[in-house]
């Protein structure tokens, strides 16, 4: 494997990270849309602490996190059905039914 150690602040928080080197960029812009989240949670909201804003951002993510993978389970069921449906007919066809 080829880790690095990066450097991280989220929420005026650092953290040490030990990573792949090809999800480096990733890893930076994640932490990009975490801070401009929590920015625009802090701007919009009326929040005690960091502590509230990151259980936003959390909340936030995980439910498109969750709205991705029901629609990426949907398209591969509208898949396999298609596939099921093109090899049927393939094989009529070859059959010569």
């Given at each position: 494997?080829?880790?690095?150690?990066?450097?991280?602040?989220?929420?005026?928080?650092?953290?040490?990270?030990?990573?792949?080197?090809?999800?480096?960029?990733?890893?930076?812009?994640?932490?990009?849309?975490?801070?401009?989240?929590?920015?625009?949670?802090?701007?919009?909201?009326?929040?005690?602490?960091?502590?509230?804003?990151?259980?936003?951002?959390?909340l936030q993510n995980t439910i498109k996190a969750m709205e991705l993978d029901l629609q990426v389970?949907?398209?591969?069921?509208?898949?396999?059905?298609?596939?099921?449906?093109?090899?049927?007919?393939?094989?009529?066809?070859?059959?010569?039914?």
């Amino acid at each position: 494997m080829n880790n690095i150690l990066i450097t991280v602040r989220v929420a005026d928080r650092e953290y040490r990270l030990n990573i792949e080197r090809e999800k480096e960029e990733l890893v930076r812009e994640a932490v990009k849309r975490i801070n401009e989240t929590i920015k625009r949670y802090a701007e919009n909201y009326d929040f005690k602490d960091k502590q509230d804003l990151l259980a936003m951002v959390v909340l936030q993510n995980t439910i498109k996190a969750m709205e991705l993978d029901l629609q990426v389970s949907f398209q591969q069921n509208q898949l396999a059905s298609k596939l099921i449906e093109i090899d049927r007919l393939l094989t009529e066809s070859l059959s010569g039914k």
